[in-house]
């Protein structure tokens, strides 16, 4: 395991310490509080000494087999969680194993399966506090790790948008190497092309890098194999992501028999019943918004109408899934007649790609405003929520004319309905720049799940609120 990815010294001074404090736990709820079973003798404390050192050694050693401390803290809590109650089961199991056959005469087999179950519930709290103070300093470039990718492919994008998606992980892409001229002098999202491979050698130095991470495709075996040598020269971690038949990493699953690894590919993204399930939610939560938010609608109608002329429903044609074309419903936020101004300001475009953005646009009302930054002004997308042209949470709509400039791979963010809401608005939101968005929109779609789209709307309530990174 790489320095920079080893589990922090402190992480086992706390295991231990929960270890010892659940014995202790467990010996209050045994014989102070008499949980369970009414008993009518009391060993001390002191008699369980043995125990606490036999737990401690037994859970060290069962973490390690069952890997717990593995890809610490970039591996998910659940499966932490998952881990940690395998480990404790054995090293409980092993526990009264030993007193079954040592017979000691002070012990009671309960108050070691109470250690065991309390040590789960302590050690799942601390992971969660651990996790979340390690992915807030990560978030914001603390303790941080240097990389560089190796390869702009379509498997070099997706460790890019996992980044971008999860900067708790804690990686610092520095930017990326291509033999290809034109991926290795463009730019991607936040991430800049810095040369041809051959470079590798002379920025692992200059960048002060701390890992390099290969994406190249499988047939380039001679040329990883080059850049895993330079990285041992220099001294440097290298990892390299398997591009296994040019398949989606999203698609390939792995499973084990008996320690025979099996490669597999699984459906990946919105299968029927995943579009069924989501299709029911959207339109209960659709309608029900609807009902309850009609005064604040009739509200903002009448503000826009007092404001300035013209209607009061903006409708757009927007490019929803396959290509899709479909009229878009939102309040009008801008002067009558503002889409016949966008050419005079294109020059003062202020993101990068085919979308145009500008913060002081000077076609927008006051109350255009004022409904763009709390994001009132898409309260109308319910509507086509409702018809079907949209999800709740998905990427944002784009325009015809947006599509067309569309590189290859920017088009995997229309093979979804789009949504109200979605994963680079409650990322970065207007902050963000277009290829960061489709970065982020993509990995989404291959990572979607119930929980994640409800993460998702949980987040986009402060964004609205506090209008964050909105113009």
Not at 20 to 45: G, K, Q
Not at 249 to 273: A, M, T, Y
Request: hydrophobic share 45%.
């Amino acid at each position: 395991m790489p320095a920079g990815r080893q589990t922090p010294w402190w992480v086992f001074v706390s295991d231990i310490a929960v270890f010892n404090v659940s014995m202790v736990l467990a010996y209050w709820t045994r014989f102070e509080l008499e949980w369970f079973r009414d008993i009518s003798f009391h060993h001390p404390l002191s008699a369980y000494l043995p125990f606490a050192l036999l737990f401690t050694v037994l859970m060290l050693l069962t973490f390690r087999l069952d890997r717990v401390y593995q890809q610490w803290p970039g591996r998910q809590w659940l499966d932490q969680t998952h881990r940690i109650v395998n480990a404790t089961a054995k090293s409980t199991v092993v526990m009264l194993a030993v007193t079954f056959l040592l017979q000691p005469l002070q012990y009671s087999r309960l108050l070691l399966v109470e250690a065991g179950i309390i040590a789960v519930v302590l050690l799942a709290i601390s992971r969660a506090i651990q996790g979340a103070i390690i992915g807030h300093l990560h978030a914001r470039g603390h303790g941080a790790h240097r990389a560089i990718i190796v390869g702009a492919g379509e498997v070099g994008r997706t460790v890019m948008r996992t980044v971008v998606a999860r900067p708790e992980l804690g990686y610092r892409i520095v930017g990326f190497v291509d033999d290809n001229p034109d991926k290795g002098s463009s730019k991607i999202g936040r991430f800049d092309g810095l040369g041809p491979i051959d470079h590798l050698p002379q920025l692992i130095e200059e960048q002060t890098i701390d890992e390099v991470i290969i994406t190249l495709p499988w047939m380039y075996h001679r040329k990883i194999m080059g850049v895993v040598r330079t990285c041992e020269q220099k001294r440097v971690s290298v990892h390299i992501v398997p591009d296994l038949f040019q398949l989606s990493l999203s698609r390939v699953g792995v499973d084990d028999l008996d320690g025979i690894p099996l490669v597999g590919v699984r459906e990946v993204g919105f299968g029927e019943s995943v579009q069924t399930m989501k299709r029911v939610i959207d339109m209960g939560v659709a309608a029900v918004a609807l009902m309850l938010g009609a005064p604040v609608l009739g509200l903002i109608a009448a503000a826009i109408r007092l404001d300035s002329p013209g209607p009061v429903i903006f409708r757009q044609t927007r490019v929803g899934t396959n290509g899709h074309h479909f009229e878009m419903w939102k309040f009008r936020s801008m002067v009558e007649g503002a889409e016949e101004d966008l050419a005079g300001l294109r020059d003062l475009n202020e993101v990068e790609g085919p979308i145009f953005k500008m913060k002081d646009d000077p076609r927008v009302t006051p109350v255009g405003r004022f409904l763009r930054r709390r994001s009132l002004d898409e309260l109308p997308n319910l509507w086509n929520v409702l018809r079907g042209d949209m999800s709740l949470v998905g990427p944002r709509p784009p325009l015809p004319s947006e599509v067309r400039e569309y590189a290859e791979w920017h088009k995997k963010r229309l093979e979804v309905r789009p949504g109200v809401t979605g994963l680079w608005q409650v990322s970065g939101r207007s902050l963000l720049s277009f290829d960061e968005q489709c970065l982020l929109d993509i990995y989404y779609i291959e990572n979607w799940s119930l929980w994640l789209d409800l993460k998702i709307l949980m987040r986009t309530v402060p964004r609205v609120v506090f209008g964050i990174g909105a113009y």
